[in-house]
């Protein structure tokens, strides 16, 4: 393959991603234009390496490494990570914002944003994104139990509170 040819390739590649990078690295760094820096600094470094990444097993998955791992970078700069412990309690969230976010899908979105990072990342990955379990724990570079051990217990956080926020904020044992 030539160098022409091997740099379509990777523009290819890399233009068929940028939405779901921005979702991924969004989905960590829970702020938009952050997300968006993050997305430019991944094009800018994978354009350096292409030859690393077209010549990796699985280029998508060596990009999606790089944005995460990019992302939480830029997390931690900016020295949020340990805010990202934050418990939502859909039982406290006042009138105004609960009949503004009545829609279960954007109460949904939100509950995801609260989760640890890693739950995070695999929920947007999993549900969002569609990967499948393996390609995930390959981006994450982490075993498969630990991808569905993550997976269940962020489905199992967001269906409690669900329930809850379903029951006006009453639990019901």
Same mark, same amino acid.
């Given at each position: 393959?030539?160098?022409?040819? +091997?740099?379509?390739?990777?523009?290819? !590649?890399?233009?068929?991603?940028?939405?779901?990078?921005?979702?991924?690295a969004? #989905? *960590?760094?829970l $702020?938009?234009?952050?997300?968006?820096?993050?997305v +430019?600094?991944?094009?800018e470094?994978?354009?350096?390496?292409? $030859?690393?990444v !077209?010549a990796?097993?699985n280029?998508?998955?060596?990009? /999606? @490494?790089?944005?995460?791992n990019?992302?939480?970078?830029?997390?931690? @700069?900016?020295?949020?990570?340990?805010?990202?412990?934050?418990?939502? $309690?859909l039982?406290v969230?006042?009138? +105004?914002k609960?009949?503004?976010? /009545? $829609?279960?899908?954007?109460?949904?979105? &939100?509950?995801?944003?609260y !989760?640890p990072?890693?739950q995070?990342?695999?929920? &947007?990955?999993?549900d969002?994104?569609?990967y499948?379990?393996?390609? *995930?724990?390959?981006?994450?570079? /982490?075993?498969? #139990? +630990?991808?569905?051990?993550?997976? #269940?217990?962020?489905? @199992?956080?967001?269906?409690?509170?669900? !329930?809850?926020?379903?029951?006006?904020g009453?639990?019901?044992n």
């Open positions: 393959m030539n160098i022409i040819d +091997s740099e379509r390739e990777f523009i290819g !590649l890399i233009t068929g991603l940028r939405d779901m990078l921005y979702r991924l969004r #989905s *960590i760094v $702020d938009d234009q952050e997300a968006e820096d993050v +430019s600094d991944i094009f470094r994978a354009w350096k390496m292409r $030859d690393t !077209l990796s097993s280029p998508r998955a060596y990009i /999606c @490494r790089m944005a995460r990019m992302a939480i970078d830029s997390l931690r @700069r900016r020295k949020r990570h340990n805010e990202l412990s934050v418990t939502f $309690d039982g969230v006042d009138v +105004s609960r009949l503004d976010a /009545c $829609d279960m899908v954007e109460i949904s979105k &939100q509950l995801i944003d !989760l990072e890693r995070r990342t695999v929920v &947007q990955l999993r969002v994104e569609g499948e379990i393996g390609e *995930i724990a390959q981006i994450l570079e /982490c075993e498969e #139990s +630990s991808v569905r051990m993550n997976l #269940s217990r962020a489905r @199992r956080y967001i269906r409690e509170q669900l !329930l809850i926020y379903m029951n006006y009453v639990e019901r």
